[in-house]
């Protein structure tokens, strides 16, 4: 990937009400990048955008290359559903393979590989819903050592998780950074922040800072966006923004 992912004047939003308002941000090829900002700031919401969920309202997201790879929220996927290890990690090959192929005979080695890397070698055929948060976190992140993609959106990925396996999916982290993909992560923590993520963005609805880390991530910014979010508490108040009547058409 060549070319730099570039947010220009981007709102989207729910029920003709905006969550991100008017974002310009720069992600140049290469890029590692944490989004934070308090609750309700709009950061699942700008990776939804991102990947497609949502229609930009305003504004338009410029992403040269459509090779996207998205991490949600362990909350948001549905563990009961009687699939196994191996199964879940496969569908990682589904670009190369379609929706109705199966795994080829160069595609088994893929997958024993992608479990290794991230530690689950022998877990093949437990079935996802007996799996620890930790070690479910470790199966999606197989999946998307096997999806191959330029970009990489991450939606609190260390979340829950135990020290090991956030370290270990760190490593997994540094290598896709040091191959060069595009990587977008919503973070809580800001220690593994400031340690592991050269660049911040903070989000609080509005953009309040993006750039480097080291000059981005200061008590003051984090102070005016949580000042920013409590001011927009209020599902009722619009925080001064219009409600968009091209949203309902």
């Not at 944490?34 to 309202?57: C, H, M, R, S």
Request: aromatic letters at 6%; proline letters at 5%; a neutral charge.
């Amino acid at each position: 990937m060549s070319k730099s992912l570039a947010l220009q004047g981007l709102t989207l939003g729910y029920e003709r009400r905006p969550a991100v308002w008017r974002v310009d941000a720069d992600f140049p090829a290469g890029s590692l990048t944490a989004v934070v900002g308090p609750n309700g700031a709009g950061k699942t919401t700008l990776l939804k955008g991102l990947v497609g969920e949502l229609t930009p309202i305003e504004g338009r997201i410029v992403l040269p290359e459509r090779n996207v790879a998205y991490l949600p929220q362990q909350s948001m996927l549905d563990r009961s559903f009687p699939i196994t290890v191996l199964e879940l990690v496969a569908m990682g090959l589904w670009r190369r393979l379609g929706a109705f192929g199966g795994v080829t005979r160069s595609g088994w080695p893929r997958i024993a590989s992608a479990l290794a890397a991230v530690g689950l070698t022998g877990f093949e055929r437990r079935r996802i819903g007996t799996l620890s948060i930790g070690q479910m976190q470790r199966v999606l992140f197989a999946r998307l050592l096997l999806q191959e993609a330029d970009v990489l959106l991450l939606d609190e990925p260390f979340t829950a998780i135990d020290t090991g396996t956030a370290t270990d999916l760190l490593d997994v982290i540094g290598k896709w950074h040091h191959e060069g993909k595009t990587i977008i992560a919503v973070l809580h923590d800001l220690e593994t922040v400031r340690e592991h993520f050269p660049q911040t963005l903070i989000l609080a609805r509005d953009l309040v800072a993006h750039g480097d880390t080291s000059t981005v991530l200061t008590a003051q910014n984090l102070m005016q966006a949580r000042q920013m979010c409590e001011a927009c508490a209020d599902p009722e108040h619009s925080c001064g923004r219009p409600v968009v009547e091209a949203w309902s058409r």
